[in-house]
């Protein structure tokens, strides 16, 4: 075990005294003898060869050296200590590979390198992230979660490789433009209205003519944890307000040029009120949730609808259709697309996560 | 010893095995060839040059007179070291003229591996004698015909020397064989058992005499038809044409020029027939006193039952390890406290390693330069490591 320590302890140090080296070359010369020697012990182990001393026996002998003569009574307990430290190392080392190789495929295959909690993970894209329930209460759930967390893991892997087809996965939401381009290519963006990241990459959208360069679909996505709270409190009912939009009437007939869904979402998105403040921020921060539903009705007498198809957007809002609507999609968002933080947007036969960059 | 001014009272050198402090008159000699005839000796005709060639002659003669040889017999050549001497002979012996080759189990590296390569070149067998408690080999178990032998007479673990040297020699010889000696060890101390010995050839280092860094080998005359020249270049030629050339060891009086490719190290060559002068120059006192030193030590490490002794009696070269106790630990605690011992294998890990299964050891090996002190310091550590 002291030998596993010791080549961990000298991959450590070897690295360091590559770096001091940059600095201070007569150091470095001094250390790099000694790791030759020590690393010539470890080619020598690796084939199988015998190594008189090595870097394991160096750091153990120079360090009881030292003891022995003046307390020869503490060596037996010392080397008992090295050898414990030296378990410990090893199995912080393992776990700290596993872990990495963990973050690390997660990172690759879901986005994120915190499973549990995307947006906790800074090396990926900033998200608005879709996380799990509260968390392990106890080490027997985490070591539950810890294994959950691979199946997520692994399960996600296919999507690497899979050549997304949009119209395969049947979500419902907003084409952005009414008279879809039939030359163009598809593209999905899911967002949630309440997602400031979803905000920061409808503009970069807009900015940069993603949505003239693509069929863009919409798809309104009201992030729900896993303790069933809805991440950002208003957002069910915009998305609900938004989808019976899309709907009415005919649901095979709609488009963003007779549908006030686009003009909500853009608003929410793009625009501030006589304060200056952002509807986003004033909808996740300040209505309650009476104030944002009235908001979003006298939204709708704005852009043309008289009162009695404010209430039957209303009614279509709070309808179970629009309800299985909704559930549908996030069945696909979570199960199918395995999205684990939004903005996700699917084009190009691949999936993004984050905001969009051009 | 004043010889040894310069080693501190706290400095405790005990691996005189490896290699001996030089005494003062022996670093004076080299600093002498250095300072008032610096010179390339055997072919210059100034006078630096001629006092060079005639201080090495000295030394050659020197040396064979050390042990008693003749030089109508033999001849000294000078090399790097042992191991090296022992490899320039076993690579120009003739391999046709030998059925097997034999060594001992408890060689040191340098005849060990040299007569694994020998074997391998000549297409022979290679067979190894067992060493008894002694240092003897029971010469019933062996048959010598036409066999090449090389052996140590005095080992590096613990000094058993080969006590029956005298009637291996004249069995090997009687059974048409050839035998080298690998004297590294017995020089210092137990150079009484080479006296007059009929091998033929002994080779040496004389950094373990004394001297400073050295081979030598002590050739007979009558090996030379054996030996077919490969290693070869300047220093040893009185002639050379496009595509043949004339020995120098083909006139007697310069015979030694068939193992002397190159320049030699002059200035240690003269140092070291200094240091045989030197040695031959101890006094009972200083035995007395070397003996007395080794038997302390001995007496102190049997009297231990942690520490498992190899030596059956007193030798000033003794090793040992410490039950549950690593060697190079104890190397590097002992070196804490001033005492220079070497620890592990000592270069015989064939029988210290393989056969005998021991973990590494420490060795203490002693020299004229000892003191009564440095073995009150080495018990007293050594008391307070144990307990």
Not at chain 1, 205 to 231: A, M, S
Request: net charge neutral; hydrophobic share 40%; charged share 25%.
């Amino acid at each position: 075990m002291v030998c596993i320590a010791a080549f961990i302890i000298l991959c450590l140090m070897s690295v360091i005294v590559a770096f001091l080296s940059i600095f201070r070359r007569d150091i470095g010369k001094r250390w790099w003898k000694t790791f030759k020697k020590a690393w010539g012990c470890v080619g020598k182990r690796l084939t199988l060869q015998k190594c008189e001393t090595g870097f394991k026996e160096d750091i153990k002998n120079s360090i009881l050296s030292k003891v022995i003569v003046k307390k020869p009574k503490l060596v037996k307990p010392i080397s008992v200590g090295i050898e414990v430290v030296a378990v410990l190392i090893v199995l912080v080392t393992v776990w700290s590979l596993v872990e990495g190789a963990k973050a690390g495929l997660a990172l690759w295959s879901l986005g994120t390198c915190n499973v549990q909690r995307p947006e906790a993970c800074s090396l990926s894209a900033e998200v608005c992230s879709i996380d799990g329930d509260s968390g392990p209460k106890n080490p027997i759930e985490a070591i539950g979660y810890w294994f959950s967390d691979w199946g997520e893991i692994f399960s996600a892997i296919p999507d690497k490789f899979r050549d997304w087809d949009n119209a395969q996965l049947d979500l419902r939401g907003i084409m952005v433009h009414a008279n879809v381009d039939k030359n163009a290519k598809s593209a999905i963006d899911i967002f949630d209205p309440g997602c400031s990241v979803c905000l920061q990459s409808y503009r970069a959208q807009k900015e940069t003519g993603f949505f003239n360069e693509y069929n863009v679909l919409l798809v309104p996505f009201p992030i729900q944890n896993g303790d069933g709270e809805f991440k950002y409190k208003n957002s069910k009912m915009i998305v609900e307000y938004v989808m019976a939009s899309v709907y009415q009437g005919n649901p095979e007939t709609y488009s963003g040029a007779v549908s006030p869904a686009l003009d909500i979402i853009d608003r929410i998105f793009m625009e501030k009120d006589e304060d200056h403040k952002s509807y986003q921020k004033l909808f996740n921060d300040y209505y309650s949730a009476e104030e944002a539903e009235e908001k979003i009705k006298s939204w709708l007498v704005e852009f043309g609808y008289s009162e009695a198809e404010v209430g039957e957007i209303e009614s279509r809002a709070k309808s179970s259709e629009i309800a299985e609507i909704i559930a549908k999609n996030n069945d696909i968002v979570v199960n199918n697309i395995h999205a684990k933080g939004i903005p996700t947007m699917i084009y190009e036969g691949g999936k993004h996560t984050g905001a969009y960059k051009q | 010893m004043s010889d040894f001014d310069y080693l501190a009272a706290d400095d405790i050198y005990l691996d005189s095995a490896c290699q001996s402090l030089r005494p003062r008159p022996v670093i004076d000699a080299l600093n002498r060839y250095y300072t008032e005839h610096n010179s390339c000796g055997e072919r210059v005709k100034y006078a630096w040059g001629r006092k060079t060639d005639e201080l090495v002659e000295d030394t050659r003669d020197a040396l064979l007179k050390f042990l008693k040889l003749k030089s109508r017999d033999y001849f000294v050549s000078f090399t790097l070291n042992t191991t090296y001497g022992i490899n320039l002979l076993l690579q120009q012996l003739k391999p046709g003229l030998f059925k097997k080759v034999m060594t001992s189990d408890i060689e040191h590296n340098s005849p060990f591996l040299a007569t694994m390569t020998f074997a391998k070149k000549a297409g022979i067998p290679r067979e190894l004698m067992i060493r008894e408690r002694d240092g003897s080999i029971n010469l019933s178990n062996y048959d010598f015909k036409k066999a090449l032998v090389v052996v140590n007479c005095a080992s590096n673990i613990d000094g058993r020397k080969l006590l029956n040297l005298k009637d291996l020699v004249k069995t090997v010889h009687k059974q048409g064989g050839v035998i080298i000696i690998d004297a590294a060890q017995a020089m210092a101390h137990s150079s009484d058992i080479l006296e007059k010995t009929e091998a033929d050839a002994i080779c040496g280092s004389a950094h373990k005499v004394y001297g400073p860094s050295l081979g030598f080998m002590i050739v007979r005359r009558d090996l030379l038809p054996k030996i077919e020249t490969s290693f070869i270049g300047g220093g040893m030629v009185d002639d050379v044409d496009k595509e043949k050339y004339q020995l120098s060891a083909e006139s007697p009086n310069h015979v030694y020029t068939k193992f002397e490719s190159g320049l030699q190290a002059w200035g240690e060559i003269i140092a070291f027939g200094e240091s045989l002068k030197w040695l031959e120059k101890r006094t009972k006192a200083d035995k007395k006193n070397l003996a007395d030193c080794s038997q302390r030590l001995f007496d102190f490490l049997k009297s231990q039952p942690r520490v498992h002794l190899l030596n059956e009696e007193a030798n000033p070269t003794m090793s040992f390890y410490i039950d549950g106790l690593d060697s190079h630990m104890l190397g590097q605690a002992l070196s804490n406290e001033g005492i220079m011992a070497r620890t592990g294998y000592f270069c015989v890990h064939y029988y210290l390693d393989h056969v005998r299964h021991y973990p590494p050891l420490i060795r203490f090996s002693f020299g004229y330069h000892i003191r009564p002190s440095d073995i009150d310091k080495t018990i007293n550590v050594l008391e307070r490591i144990l307990g």
